[in-house]
């Protein structure tokens, strides 16, 4: 069991999904959690009704528009007093095959998954340097290394995150700051449940464990990368596959 006492995190797509399971599993780890979500008014209301707990801050924020991720952390720094763990999860796909894709589609996911970890770890990194001390931790995807047929975007934008994790590792690694990602596979979330049965079936096919992940599993991950058993490992991709 880990332990964050009083520890100030911050989830983008902290609300739903793999981004919720992290929330949920830093909050019961003692940590403060600032929930980030992008647009499901709905989603973000329940998980807050569903604590009630003064550890956990909900906040709208669009991480793909950097003025306003900008304004986010000018806000942030002057009501916390620390931050320690940055975990990048928000995440969307617009897919179809690239002859066909608009240009969109391509840039939204773009935008989403890649600029706005960017614009996230950037901001974060400022506060952490101070402290010399940090954790950032991005979500990324099998389908970076693999692709997938239809996700040209996704699989560009989760390759740039994993580029972007091992530079930045580089540049901050001297002042006691680590950068990761964690790689899920298929997790049985909103993603998953969107695609069509066949192709689910396929998906599931392909995995050496024959069953798809859970949220909490990549959580467990992603708060070991946070916790201090993992001070010397950075610029590491940690798969949660199934052996995929």
């Excluded at 596979?185 to 396929?202: H, K, N, R, S, Y």
Aim: proline share 2%.
């Amino acid at each position: 069991m880990y332990h964050f006492n009083d520890w100030e995190v911050i989830v983008t797509g902290g609300t739903r999904g793999i981004g919720a399971a992290v929330s949920k599993a830093f909050l019961k780890a003692d940590a403060r959690v600032t929930a980030v979500y992008g647009g499901n008014e709905t989603a973000a209301a329940a998980f807050k009704d569903a604590f009630h707990d003064d550890r956990l801050e909900i906040k709208k924020l669009d991480v793909s528009d950097y003025e306003a991720v900008e304004q986010f952390f000018a806000e942030y720094d002057q009501t916390h007093d620390n931050l320690r763990v940055l975990v990048n999860c928000a995440g969307i796909r617009r897919d179809a095959i690239v002859g066909m894709m608009s240009q969109a589609e391509w840039q939204q996911v773009i935008d989403v998954n890649l600029s706005g970890s960017f614009h996230m770890s950037k901001f974060a990194t400022q506060l952490m340097l101070s402290m010399r001390f940090g954790r950032i931790i991005n979500i990324t995807s099998p389908s970076g290394k693999m692709g997938f047929p239809g996700q040209a975007n996704y699989a560009a934008s989760k390759a740039g995150q994993v580029a972007l994790t091992k530079s930045l590792s580089k540049e901050v690694a001297r002042r006691g700051i680590t950068v990761n990602c964690v790689s899920p596979g298929f997790i049985a979330t909103d993603f998953i449940a969107e695609l069509e049965p066949a192709l689910t079936q396929a998906y599931k096919a392909q995995v050496p464990m024959k069953r798809f992940g859970k949220p909490e599993e990549v959580a467990q991950a992603v708060l070991f990368l946070a916790s201090d058993a993992a001070a010397y490992i950075t610029g590491s991709v940690l798969e949660v596959t199934g052996g995929l």
